[in-house]
């Protein structure tokens, strides 16, 4: 790494399994776009690739060739990666948040068997810093052709009911409402701002588990949509849950725009 | 799905009966007053749900024995608050048997109920910037040792020394939900 830009991190599937013992899953948060990273490198779904925020990343492949993708905010197609040569990763020119395949996927030893970083609770590989290097694993195969449109079209975030939808009046202030995405929002929760949320009952809720893509509502009333990194337990009630085909909106939405939620079907 | 119990006691046991139903979930969380089943089929956990006998029962595990140095800043402000002397603090802490209900907030920080409800106290209305990892405190109706430094608003009892989580073994964390936990002190 000759610099590790804003925050880049080692990101697989992530460690589902775990919530038990207050380990967050982590993973790509963008997980169709470092699906297709890989695809596109011919790496299995599960091998690792790097993760970066807005851009800045800089790495030298240090060993021989080797086939590479970039993708998130848009998508490319897979390019040969020269040895010694340095890449420098772009500012996205829509979304957050990009991804870094390479033939044979980034060999970190895996803890509770992920190699994903959890940024809650700093499970998993360190964080990539200037400096780092990073091994990588056998190619497996061939790269593949950009199979799916580059360009993917962003649409309201699709809720169902949460498991204390019934601590609000409805959900239709949250459907109804225009939300800016804040600019503390991570890995943990996308961080919204809007009209506020007001609960129609009073009192403490006793911890409980989280799912990903819940709705978390606490007192100030301004929503959190909980991302890989969420706790595993919280203690404000959660009014929906995103589909979690929805969910890589949140990875991609900037600070300052505008999202909206709608009332899922169910299934 | 999330289902709904009556007491921490009971989410441990619900959780521990489930594993061994052999109920397919991406995660069993189990916490205060409910159980979250994630990544289930809907139909098949309702209705293995449904032949649940109930009960507080946790399956035998082991006990774990924390040794505890009684040097906690809050230790006057318990005894004040149950109206007895800083020994008597430490004699009731050391005389109860704890369950580890449930983890959460960080990596092998657990839950553990058993303090009867007359010695209940609220958390700090100020809390700490830092708590050292290793401190032995209780809040409401919970107890807990925290397995790394962080912010906190429990009442500190005193510390210990014994490591609470590690990510390299494959039992990562000390106190399982389920664990059965006595205080030594040290």
Redesign the interface.
Known sequence: MIGAGALTTVQDLGR????????P?AGALDAPAAALANRLVGNPPESALLETVLGGLTVRNAGPGRWAALTGGGAGPAFWWAAGAELRVPEPTYGVRTYLAVAGGIAVAP??GSRSTDTL?W?GPPRVVDGTTLPLGEPAAEPRALDVPAVRRPGGLRVLPG?RADWFASLDPLVTGVWTVRPDSDRIGLRLDGPPLERVREGEL??????LGAVQVPPNGQPIVFLADH???GGYPVIAVVRPDDLWQCAQARPGERVRFLRASRG | MLAEVDSPEESAALADWLADAGLEADDVVPAARTVLLDGVDPGRAMALLETWPGGSAVRARRTVDIPVSYDGPDLPLVARRWEVSVDEVVRRHTSLTFTSAFCGFAPGFAYLAGLPEAWWLPRLADPRPRVPAGSVAIAGEWCGVYPTASPGGWLLLGTTDVALWDAASAEPALLAPGTQVRFVSA
């Not at chain 1, 589902?16 to 380990?23: C, F, I, Q, S």
């Not at chain 1, 006793?206 to 799912?211: D, N, T, Y």
């Open positions: 589902p399994g775990w919530a038990h013992l207050g380990v899953r803890v509770l609770a499970v498991p006793p911890s409980e588990g989280m799912v706790p595993t337990t």
